[in-house]
């Protein structure tokens, strides 16, 4: 037996990842069910990595905003207990830091959609400043796209759900 271990895959992040998959290929309903039966598991004192995780992607498949920000600020507040060396332990490259852009983006986003259009701001900012942590790749520039946008839907004149 050699002196290196094998990793071994985390059953909660599959899960996780077969309801992004659904969500993905537009099958919210079932993306919903899957998310809720790993909440069920988890509970609200589960390891704040996969509560951050789990309430980001079942944020992405609410169809009500109420319930898309009840989502987003679960995903916010774990994320906020998540340690570096527990992100690399799961295999996150990057820093716990990098995962704040896309987080206020989620948030201002949504709260724009619900009319709050001072805290959309606050997050949009918040998620500019953080935008640093992100590397030049695909991801990236996915997350600096969404937040130029958001940033020129609130600078837009007219309804706040453009």
């Known amino acids: 037996m050699s002196g290196t271990t094998t990793q071994q895959p985390d059953p909660v992040m599959a899960e996780i990842g077969r309801g992004m998959e659904l969500g993905q290929r537009g099958e919210r309903d079932a993306a919903r069910r899957v998310f809720a039966g ?41 994320a906020d207990l998540v340690s570096d060396e527990r992100a690399r332990l799961a295999g996150v490259a990057g820093p716990v830091a990098a995962f704040y852009p ?43 796209g969404g ?10 004149p007219g309804p706040s759900s453009a």
């Open 38 to 78: 790993v909440w069920d598991r988890l509970g609200a004192d589960g390891d704040p990595f996969h509560i951050c995780a789990l309430a980001h992607s079942m944020a992405d498949v609410q169809d009500d905003p109420g319930e898309e920000l009840v989502w987003d600020l679960r995903a916010l507040e774990a």
């Open 102 to 144: 896309s987080l206020h983006l989620n948030l201002g986003d949504v709260y724009r959609r619900l009319g709050d259009l001072d805290r959309a701001r606050d997050h949009l900012a918040r998620g500019q400043e953080a935008v640093g942590t992100l590397g030049d790749d695909g991801y990236g520039q996915l997350i600096r």
């Open 147 to 156: 937040l130029d946008r958001l940033a020129e839907r609130l600078s837009a």
